[in-house]
């Protein structure tokens, strides 16, 4: 049976570009995984509404990892829906602390003090998560056949949820802005590589990215990838 899945496309700030999030409906009930920013709110809570995703439907809200791009709508979502929200313990500092760099290196002291002007993630964005995910965690228990992958790189805690279909959604580890690969920014390049490299043993069918548009496994393993 086909994944019933829909892409929100939402824009980032100042010109950014854009983020993706995926709703999929699983029974009675929807999973949406990562959020997009809070300046993005009004057209994601749009966005859920015409899917036919109301407050009481959605049933797990799962964050590829803790940028304020993904995560940015999590509290908004947990109050307004009563779900729950789920993130890879490595990142849940990020979330936590409003840290976009808590699970990476560290950058200068002007970029960390910018970072939640230009991000819009302040204080109020910030939330515990209800679930630490863990690597091969299993979330049928919350209506989805799938498993949670660790794949770092992009940052410490970045997972790929990957259900019994072959769909991966993969967060920031590819995308697809121009042609399929591996995402443009990687905090740790060699843990990039080890997660892409781990892939190659999976039966992936499809790649749903954070940025760009869904595409095929074998467009990567045609590129070499």
Not at 115 to 143: C, K, N, V, W
Request: glycine share 12%; hydrophobic share 45%; charged share 20%.
């Amino acid at each position: 049976m086909a994944l019933d899945v829909t892409t929100i496309g939402l824009p980032l700030p100042l010109g950014m570009g854009w983020v993706n999030c995926f709703l999929i409906r699983a029974g009675g009930s929807y999973v949406l995984i990562d959020t997009g920013g809070a300046n993005a709110r009004r057209r994601l809570s749009s966005e859920l509404e015409a899917a036919g995703c109301s407050p009481g439907g959605l049933r797990l809200v799962i964050l590829t990892h803790g940028d304020f791009d993904h995560i940015g709508n999590a509290a908004y979502l947990r109050s307004l829906f009563r779900t729950r929200v789920a993130i890879h313990r490595f990142d849940a500092a990020m979330a936590e602390r409003g840290d976009m760099f808590a699970s990476r290196k560290r950058p200068n002291a002007i970029i960390r003090g910018l970072m939640p002007i230009l991000s819009g993630y302040g204080r109020a964005e910030r939330f515990t998560a209800d679930i630490l995910l863990e690597d091969e965690q299993d979330l049928s228990e919350h209506g989805l056949e799938a498993r949670v992958i660790s794949l770092p790189g992009h940052s410490g805690g970045s997972i790929g949820v990957l259900t019994a279909g072959g769909e991966l959604f993969c967060g920031d580890l590819f995308e697809n802005t121009k042609a399929p690969g591996v995402g443009s920014l990687m905090d740790d390049p060699e843990a990039a590589r080890a997660s892409v490299a781990s892939l190659a043993a999976r039966r992936i069918r499809m790649i749903y990215p954070g940025h760009g548009q869904p595409f095929a496994w074998d467009a990567l393993v045609s590129a070499g990838i």
